[in-house]
Structures are given as structure tokens and as C-alpha cells.
């Protein structure tokens, strides 16, 4: 059974960092695009990053406009283990965040009915 387990959330004040990772259970996880997704309470799931390897050593990055400039994602496919480095938090980023896989190389996707498989969600809260 495939397994994606996030850690690394909880709360921090506005202008701080956290860094949330993401290890999935999945064979040849180099072959899976990966993203990072977040619902906050009465809104709708958002996309935020996604990140893809071609397998000759090129990555493909996209970033929502609202996290751009202050979040990064990055994997590390030796730990099955995908990250999201999240700076100068502001309050309005709290919210409930998962990340998803989805297997594909080069190709990055933006929409959550592209994925297939989704961890169970930590939770980031940004006291102002």
C-alpha cells in the first residue's frame, strides 16, 4: 500500500521559517512527480509547488504566485523523501498541507485531479 507521511508542521510566529518533508513509500520515486498542496479552513485545496526529475539530472519547477519567492521545494530521491522550505510565513498561510505523487517525469501538474496518491495532511499555523 503506497504511503506519503508529512511532518514537520506546527506553529510558528508570522516572518518565521519551518521546512515540511514528505517520504513516500513508492518504488522508483525519482519517476514520480511530486507536489505540495494546502486547504485552509472554508477554502478550497491550493496548489503551491511542484517538482519533477527527468532522470539526466534536470528538475522542473513551478511555484503558485502566492508562495513564489518565499517557498521551495526540493527532493531528495535517494530517501524517497520530498521537502517544502517555507519562508517569511505570514498568517494567511495557515492551513493544512499535503503533498501529493504522481507518476511522471519532466511534467509537473498543478491541479489535485492529476495525482494519485496523497499523504494524510500536517498542520501549519502562523500566529500574527
Known amino acids: 500500500q503506497v504511503q506519503l507521511v508529512e511532518s514537520g508542521g506546527g506553529l510558528v510566529q508570522a516572518g518565521g521559517s519551518l521546512r515540511l518533508s514528505c517520504t513516500a513509500s513508492l518504488r522508483f520515486f525519482s519517476s514520480y512527480s511530486v507536489g505540495w498542496f494546502r486547504q485552509a479552513p472554508g477554502k478550497e485545496r491550493e496548489f503551491l509547488a511542484g517538482l519533477s526529475w527527468s532522470g539526466d539530472n534536470t528538475y522542473y519547477a513551478n511555484y503558485a504566485d502566492s508562495v513564489k519567492g518565499r517557498f521551495t521545494i526540493s527532493r531528495d530521491n535517494a530517501k524517497n523523501t520530498v521537502y517544502l522550505q517555507m519562508n517569511t510565513l505570514k498568517p494567511e498561510d495557515t492551513a493544512v498541507y499535503y503533498c501529493?505523487?504522481?507518476?511522471?517525469?519532466?511534467?509537473?501538474?498543478?491541479?489535485?485531479?492529476?495525482?494519485?496518491?496523497w499523504g494524510q495532511g500536517t498542520q501549519v499555523t502562523v500566529s500574527s
Open positions: 501529493a505523487a504522481v507518476f511522471s517525469r519532466s511534467t509537473v501538474y498543478n491541479r489535485q485531479k492529476e495525482y494519485d496518491y
